[in-house]
């Protein structure tokens, strides 16, 4: 199985940046997705293709990926963006396709 | 623009059998292929399993076993059955769509997500 490793938490001050790492070997090499999910809602599509948005996603999230790390960055944190984010890769023969998640806390 | 509806029921005992059903509406039924997902308190994402219209299915080889998930194109809807659920299977489980390109994939939209609990 190829496994992403995400760090549990990650706190930001409002109006600065926020970056979530998603972990995996030579992950560069394969397209990253990324899901928000908010308290008590479904998880929702941020990020396709390591650095596409899709309609309605606002210009602050953006992505990369590079080497064995692709980070989802979030700019000038809302309040509104406190939520679970999980990286996803699919190669056709991954069985755990999500990372463990990451809680962003707005301080 | 797909949307999904889903359904089941959210209450069951150890050794029940859990069964949900996920309609589509709009879009290409044939287009995609059609996941089912939970979220465990402990462990995050899970993913299940899909399905496509043709009745091809892959499934998470650690639950594979106790697994099936079947399609009916005539409605446009595809379900969930878990056999012999525990306390680990405590979940929300989520339908969603699995958009295909090229050598990768992602999900978008996703249902609703129907609460399941195991309990004796």
């Known amino acids: 199985s190829y496994v992403l490793t995400q760090p549990p938490s990650v706190s930001v001050a409002p109006g600065k940046t926020a970056r979530i790492s998603c972990g995996g070997n030579?992950?560069?090499?394969?397209?990253v997705h990324w899901y928000q999910q908010k308290s008590g809602q479904a998880p929702v599509l941020v990020i396709h293709y390591d650095s596409d948005r899709p309609s309605g996603i606002p210009e602050r999230f953006s992505g990369s990926n590079s080497g064995n790390s692709a980070t989802l960055t979030i700019s000038r944190v809302e309040a509104g963006d406190e939520a679970d984010y999980y990286c996803q890769v699919w190669d056709g023969s991954t069985d755990l396709p999500f990372g463990g998640g990451t809680k962003l806390t707005v301080l | 623009q797909v949307q999904l509806q889903q359904w089941g029921a959210g209450q069951l005992k150890p050794s029940e059998t859990l069964s949900l059903t996920c309609a589509v509406y709009?879009?290409?039924?044939?287009?995609?292929?059609w996941s089912w997902i939970r979220r465990t308190p402990g462990r995050g994402l899970e993913w299940i399993g899909e399905i496509n219209h043709s009745g091809s299915v892959n499934y998470n080889p650690s639950l594979k076993s106790r697994v099936t998930i079947s399609v009916d194109t005539s409605k446009n809807q595809f379900s969930l059955e878990l056999t012999s659920v525990t306390a680990a299977d405590t979940a929300v489980y989520y339908c969603?769509?699995?958009?295909?390109?090229?050598?990768?994939?992602?999900?978008?939209?996703w249902g609703q997500g129907t609460r399941v609990t195991v309990s004796s």
């Open positions: 030579n992950i560069g090499s394969k397209s």
């Open positions: 709009g879009g290409s039924f044939s287009a995609f292929y």
């Open positions: 969603a769509t699995r958009i295909v390109v090229s050598n990768t994939g992602w999900f978008d939209p």
